[in-house]
């Protein structure tokens, strides 16, 4: 199981940095490609980006593409989504989760995905 954090509340333009932790000792996020998606009310699941898990090749949505970075630590078992310029529309419950390997087409399909944390909040007001 993973955990998100890092959640907040946001003026337009601004920044938040998440991050995706294993809940439980003994979960190697280095071994699996991480995913990071978005819900906002009313609206289906989307597929924000992914890191692989063999060269750490990045993949993004068209609509945060230069906006924000996935990286990871696998010293800190942790994968972080870096949100500068953010915009209202990027308010959502963010999500991370895991896979076995990602391409561009691989977030665009929730269903592939494991191990769901629980979402942290991110709203961008002013």
């Known amino acids: 199981q993973l955990v998100e954090s890092g959640g907040g509340l946001v003026q337009p333009g601004g920044s938040l940095r998440l991050s995706c932790a294993a809940s439980?000792?003994?979960?190697?996020?280095?071994?699996?490609?991480i995913g990071w998606f978005r819900q906002a009310p009313g609206k289906e699941r989307e597929g924000v980006s992914c890191?692989?898990?063999?060269?750490?090749?990045?993949y993004y949505a068209d609509s945060v593409k230069g906006r924000f970075t996935i990286s990871r630590d696998n010293t800190k078992n942790t994968v972080y989504l870096q949100m500068n310029s953010l915009k209202p529309e990027d308010t959502a419950v963010y999500y991370c989760?895991?896979?076995?390997?990602?391409?561009?087409?691989?977030?665009?399909?929730?269903?592939?995905?494991?191990?769901w944390g629980q979402g942290t909040q991110v709203t961008v007001s002013s």
């Open positions: 989760a895991a896979v076995d390997g990602c391409r561009l087409s691989t977030i665009q399909t929730p269903g592939l995905f494991g191990s």
């Open positions: 439980a000792s003994g979960f190697s996020l280095h071994i699996y490609a």
């Open positions: 890191i692989s898990n063999i060269d750490s090749t990045t």
